[in-house]
């Protein structure tokens, strides 16, 4: 490993783009006031990322060569249990109200609350899985301490801060339902200025202390840096505007896991020609192209399905499928397919949830040998 790539998953500049996003995205945010450009800018990046980082990892199981043995071996994680989980959404929804207190709209705002839930966990364990990737990549000597504490740092910061930041700004389902008034007492609800305050310097102090013990440790700079791009993420989560904060948080997600993908996707196609022994005088322009022809395939996908995930997503009129296919979105939304999209799109963000811990599930020696393949191929 050369001095340019050591404790980079690719390489200095593709990491500082894909995988250090949160950096500077939250710049980008400060630096670009216009409401209305950001509104283009998230707008451009939903149609081109949303549904390409939810289906890259069913890219990597189902379109890879590395991962075709583990495909075989795991069909029940890899093929029965996905299965299992679109049709437990389809049954949810089509469950004759005769049998169920609830009504169908009651039973989507309930996936919609796990959604969060599993959501909320699946952003927590990415950051988890960047920063052991950037230790062992730098100092594969990886201390248990440094373990524990990334995943304090993942789930708290991470996770519970940002959770009680979007609580604190009325943002949340607590608050849409006017339980957080119950919770909290009106002197409570008026110290609320005072706690995103405490809440900023808490996330500053946390990100400080991990910062340093990683240099204590060794963890190199690649994880300092992505510790930092963390903690000013959670920052923002206490300073920013709910949507600005939505727009950083979900951009940084979906530029992590399309760098991932696309890097181990290009390695692929570049070891797949080894293997049929093409002459090795693919010259460098031809092997850059790779990873960019996997980012091709995911958005062009990503572009066509957007309008149809995107049902799901949010409410009738916020939708940008709106803007740019009115007469399509109208006629989807009074479909007779409506609640079969509905649960189709629901049930890609359980399966993305749960193929991202199967693809990158390296507790499992098979799995970690096929994604080894992929991540640190030279």
């Not at 250090?20 to 450009?37: D, K, M």
């Not at 590395?66 to 093929?79: H, M, N």
């Not at 995943?151 to 991470?158: D, L, P």
């Amino acid at each position: 490993m050369n001095d340019q790539t050591r404790g980079w998953i690719r390489s200095s500049k593709w990491d500082a783009f894909w995988l250090q996003s949160g950096i500077w995205l939250t710049f980008l945010l400060l630096i670009v006031n216009s409401s209305q450009l950001q509104e283009m800018f998230y707008a451009t990046a939903v149609f081109l990322f949303w549904i390409a980082h939810r289906f890259s990892s069913f890219y990597l199981a189902w379109g890879t060569r590395a991962y075709k043995p583990l495909l075989r071996d795991q069909q029940k994680r890899f093929i029965v249990l996905p299965l299992l989980i679109v049709l437990g959404v389809l049954a949810v929804l089509y469950t004759p109200e005769s049998f169920s207190t609830f009504t169908v709209s009651e039973r989507i705002l309930c996936l919609l609350i796990l959604d969060f839930a599993w959501g909320t966990h699946h952003f927590a364990a990415q950051h988890y899985g960047i920063l052991r990737l950037y230790h062992h990549r730098w100092n594969p000597k990886s201390a248990a301490s440094a373990n524990k504490q990334d995943r304090i740092f993942c789930w708290g910061v991470g996770g519970a801060l940002v959770i009680f930041a979007e609580l604190l700004h009325g943002t949340s389902f607590l608050q849409e339902k006017h339980i957080l008034p119950i919770l909290l007492p009106d002197w409570g609800l008026a110290g609320i200025p005072l706690l995103l305050r405490l809440g900023t310097l808490l996330v500053v102090g946390s990100t400080f202390f991990m910062v340093r013990n990683a240099w204590l440790q060794d963890s190199g700079l690649p994880k300092i840096l992505y510790l930092f791009g963390i903690g000013m993420m959670a920052v923002a989560a206490f300073q920013l505007d709910p949507f600005q904060f939505l727009m950083l948080w979900t951009l940084q997600h979906w530029l992590t896991a399309l760098g991932l993908a696309i890097h181990m996707g290009g390695n692929d196609i570049k070891q797949a020609e080894k293997q049929k022994s093409v002459p090795l005088k693919l010259d460098t322009a031809k092997n850059y192209l790779k990873p960019w022809l996997v980012l091709i395939t995911l958005c062009s996908f990503s572009v066509v399905m957007t309008p149809f995930f995107e049902i799901e997503a949010i409410s009738v009129g916020g939708r940008y499928s709106e803007q740019v296919w009115p007469d399509l979105m109208l006629w989807l939304q009074n479909s007779e397919c409506y609640t079969f999209l509905v649960g189709i799109g629901l049930a890609s963000g359980f399966l993305h949830y749960w193929m991202d811990r199967a693809v990158y599930r390296f507790s499992d020696p098979q799995t970690c040998k096929s994604a080894r393949q992929l991540l640190f191929s030279s």
